[in-house]
T-cell receptor
Framework: GAVVSQHPSWVICKSGTSVKIECRSL??????MFWYRQFPKQSLMLMAT?????????EQGVEKDKFLINHASLTLSTLTVTSAHPEDSSFYIC????????????FGPGTRLTVL | AQKVTQAQTEISVVEKEDVTLDCVYE???????LFWYKQPPSGELVFLIR????DEQNEISGRYSWNFQKSTSSFNFTITASQVVDSAVYFC???????????WGAGTKLIIKP
């Protein structure tokens, strides 16, 4: 299968700081990337969909100024949580589709964000 | 509207028992895909199976088997002779042919006791 990496795997930060999470497709070109958020004991919630070179499409209720998504290349998308607060603490998962992996989403291992 | 329902929030069985996880979906599309994913405590999603709407053949992979029934809009997952390592949260998901977005069920937490 296709491989997607995420970095960092976990991060702890102080309230008010910004955190950037990277999502990379390692062996295929990801024309579309997705960002999910998962609270404890809950299902995945889609935050936004991004196509390479275009602005991300955010789901209803997700603040685009709070969660900045950049998909500047076919192998990299970034999610920046700006001015993070404790309520932003969550498990963030990215997935990617495209190229030889166009029929399904391949998931990264996730990033656990804790905001103190 | 599309929807995926996993009615079982949590299932607990003793090792070596068989267990079935239910998944019921709703869609008006004729072409769609169904998925099962495993999420162990580490959090990383593990892809288990994808089935398209035109393929109703049941699938068996080792101790895992899947029963796809379009007549009841169900795509159930059975683990035979369960093992402690099967303990995880299992998600069923639906995707339309028209886009890549996945519609997720709420997940079923499976606990296998030794």
């Amino acid at each position: 299968g296709a491989v997607v990496s995420q970095h960092p795997s976990w991060v702890i930060c102080k309230s008010g700081t910004s955190v950037k999470i990277e999502c990379r497709s390692l062996d295929f070109q990801a024309t579309t990337m997705f960002w999910y958020r998962q609270f404890p004991k809950q299902s995945l919630m889609l935050m936004a969909t991004s196509n390479e070179g275009s602005k991300a499409t955010y789901e209803q209720g997700v603040e685009k100024d709070k969660f900045l998504i950049n998909h500047a290349s076919l192998t990299l998308s970034t999610l920046t949580v700006t001015s993070a607060h404790p309520e932003d603490s969550s498990f963030y998962i990215c997935s990617a589709s495209g190229g030889r992996a166009r029929n399904e989403q391949f998931f990264g291992p996730g990033t656990r964000l804790t905001v103190l | 509207a599309q929807k995926v329902t996993q009615a079982q929030t949590e299932i607990s069985v003793v090792e070596k028992e068989d267990v079935t996880l239910d998944c019921v979906y709703e869609t008006r599309d004729t072409t769609y895909y169904l998925f099962w994913y495993k999420q162990p405590p580490s959090g990383e999603l593990v892809f288990l199976i994808r089935r398209n709407s035109f393929d109703e053949q049941n699938e068996i992979s080792g101790r895992y088997s899947w029963n796809f029934q379009k007549s009841t809009s169900s795509f159930n997952f059975t683990i035979t002779a369960s093992q402690v390592v099967d303990s995880a949260v299992y998600f069923c998901a639906l995707r339309m042919d028209s886009n890549y977005q996945l519609i997720w069920g709420a997940g079923t937490k499976l606990i296998i006791k030794p």
